[in-house]
């Protein structure tokens, strides 16, 4: 595997794909939609963890513990189904934005540009790759706000119990942004990687087959045949690549966590032990602490 085609590449700029965005016309308004439903969630979260350390501490009251946590809980889980389908509605109208003007603007393309590339690969930029424009929107960009948002939620409601808490949080908990930096720019070169060995793969299939008969009365069977194994090892290479890194990916951020969790318990037991924190609001702050680990851990996955 040839690494500099991975990280030797540049990738254009971030102005550039926003201008691309702006002339998609994104759904805003479903978009804002996702985002508040988002926040809600949020909210509704940090009120569901607070009654149940209230619970876990053994306050069972059934009127001022009990019902509301039941209450959050159901609220959180229908919240939920409403943002997941509010999401997928989001990512089939981004997609469809996308590929109509993809569509368009290679249909007015000067006959230079293709010349120079195959048409054929762009049969898989328009039906595959636009879908990586839409994860990158929702699961990257709008994750990003909506995860900020549920992180000062939570910071803010741990300073409520000491403000120094809140500030060992803040300085254990970026371990998680720095890998994702560092692991990121591997991903992302592995899955652009990906996309253009797919579309010269898509690319020279149907072209080929599309002149099977042109092959076959011209005996290049053989020549063909590798030139078609050739682009197959291409798109396997990047492939392997892909679960090298992803492999690579899940030991450290599982590491990462652990020594995150050690950490916090250590700090949040030395304040319980000082009289500093209550019983349920030493488990709360460690249930808001894990959320938000694991809120900067799902990172690895883009």
């Not at 919240?79 to 603007?105: E, F």
């Not at 048409?119 to 790759?129: A, M, Q």
């Not at 371990?175 to 990906?194: A, E, K, P, Q, Y």
């Not at 694991?294 to 690895?300: A, E, G, I, M, R």
Request: include cysteine; charge should be positive; proline fraction near 2%.
């Amino acid at each position: 595997m040839d690494f500099s085609s991975i990280f030797g590449r540049k990738y254009g700029s971030f102005r550039r794909f926003f201008a691309m965005l702006g002339k998609a016309r994104l759904p805003y308004l479903w978009i804002g939609g996702y985002l508040l439903c988002g926040f809600l969630i949020a909210n509704v979260g940090v009120e569901a963890t607070e009654y149940g350390a209230e619970l876990f501490a053994g306050n069972v009251g059934f009127l001022a513990v009990v019902l509301p946590y039941l209450f959050f809980q159901i609220l959180s889980l229908l919240l939920g189904s409403a943002t997941t389908l509010v999401g997928q509605l989001c990512v089939a109208r981004i997609d469809r934005n996308l590929r109509r003007m993809v569509w368009q603007k290679t249909v007015h393309l000067r006959l230079g540009f293709f010349e120079k590339n195959s048409p054929k690969e762009l049969v898989s930029r328009i039906t595959t790759d636009i879908t990586a424009v839409s994860s990158l929107i929702m699961d990257v960009f709008l994750s990003a706000v909506t995860g900020l948002y549920s992180s000062l939620l939570m910071l803010r409601r741990v300073s409520g119990y000491d403000r120094g808490l809140m500030w060992s949080l803040v300085v254990v908990l970026p371990v998680n942004l720095l890998i994702t930096f560092i692991l990121g720019r591997m991903r992302f070169g592995v899955s652009d990687l990906i996309n253009r060995c797919n579309a010269q793969l898509t690319g020279g299939i149907a072209e080929r087959a599309n002149n099977m008969m042109l092959i076959k009365s011209m005996g290049t069977e053989e020549k063909e045949g590798k030139a078609g194994e050739k682009l197959m090892k291409a798109s396997y290479r990047a492939d392997a690549a892909n679960s090298w890194v992803t492999g690579l990916s899940l030991p450290v951020y599982a590491m990462a966590s652990a020594l995150q969790t050690v950490a916090i318990i250590l700090v949040g037991r030395g304040y319980y032990a000082s009289g500093a924190l209550s019983l349920p609001q030493w488990i709360a702050y460690y249930g808001f602490a894990i959320q938000l680990t694991n809120l900067l851990s799902t990172y690895c996955d883009y």
